[in-house]
T-cell receptor, first 113, second 111 residues
Framework: GAGVSQSPSNKVTEKGKDVELRCDPISGHTALYWYRQSLGQGLEFLIY????????KSGLPSDRFSAERTGGSVSTLTIQRTQQEDSAVYLC???????????FGNGTRLTVT | GEDVEQSLFLSVREGDSSVINCTYT??????LYWYKQEPGAGLQLLTYIFSNMDMKQDQRLTVLLNKKDKHLSLRIADTQTGDSAIYFCAVPSGGSYIPTFGRGTSLIVHP
């Protein structure tokens, strides 16, 4: 595949509902990251997967947020009981090794009404 | 943790040079990155520099790194209207594999 693919590109949900955001990294990339970008803000780190190691979840803002990565490839970020402050663009990135550049998807724009 | 600072806005005239600055707090031997984000898109890697270098040139782009002052800059020569975007610097948090991003500098190029 060409690049990092994220779906859906846009998601509108009602407050209190659960949402799942999907990321397909570049084939062969061992590391996968989720970031959140709120209006006018920089990128906020959420979670990092490296190979088969336990993920670094230190950036998840609350226990309503979780993520998994199946088979070392596709990742799903789940937000339970969404709140309005969860509205943001969620960006996924992958990299080939621990030191190589991150390659980003186009993001999922989440709007919680 | 790592703190990465950028000025929020820069306005230049077409044809002029643009210089976008970034300061950071932690130091590690690794790569430092510049990304570009156009409206509605993800971040596109522009260029990067390894921490043992002072300068890297790539066509219209020049990256300068001052490790002593923990200062990184991106110079765009002959700035074009198509360069209008938000530019982010990214620095790995000291010793970790998690890049910390600045808040981004919005570059506005006037004809």
């Amino acid at each position: 595949g060409a690049g990092v693919s994220q779906s859906p590109s846009n998601k509108v949900t009602e407050k209190g509902k659960d949402v799942e955001l999907r990321c397909d990294p570049i084939s062969g990339h061992t590391a996968l990251y989720w970031y959140r970008q709120s209006l006018g803000q920089g990128l906020e780190f959420l979670i990092y997967f490296q190979g088969n190691s336990a993920p670094d979840k230190s950036g998840l803002p609350s226990d309503r947020f979780s993520a998994e990565r199946t088979g070392g490839s596709v990742s799903t970020l789940t937000i339970q009981r969404t709140q309005q402050e969860d509205s943001a663009v969620y960006l996924c990135a992958s990299r080939q090794t621990y030191n190589s550049p991150l390659h980003f998807g186009n993001g999922t724009r989440l709007t919680v009404t | 943790g790592e703190d990465v600072e950028q000025s929020l806005f820069l306005s230049v005239r077409e044809g002029d040079s643009s210089v976008i600055n970034c300061t950071y707090t932690d130091s590690s031997s690794t790569y430092l990155y510049w990304y570009k984000q156009e409206p509605g898109a993800g971040l596109q890697l522009l260029t990067y520099i390894f921490s043992n270098m002072d300068m890297k040139q790539d066509q219209r782009l020049t990256v300068l790194l001052n490790k002593k002052d923990k200062h990184l800059s991106l110079r765009i020569a002959d700035t074009q209207t198509g360069d209008s975007a938000i530019y982010f610097c990214a620095v790995p948090s000291g010793g970790s594999y998690i890049p910390t991003f600045g808040r981004g500098t919005s570059l506005i190029v006037h004809p």
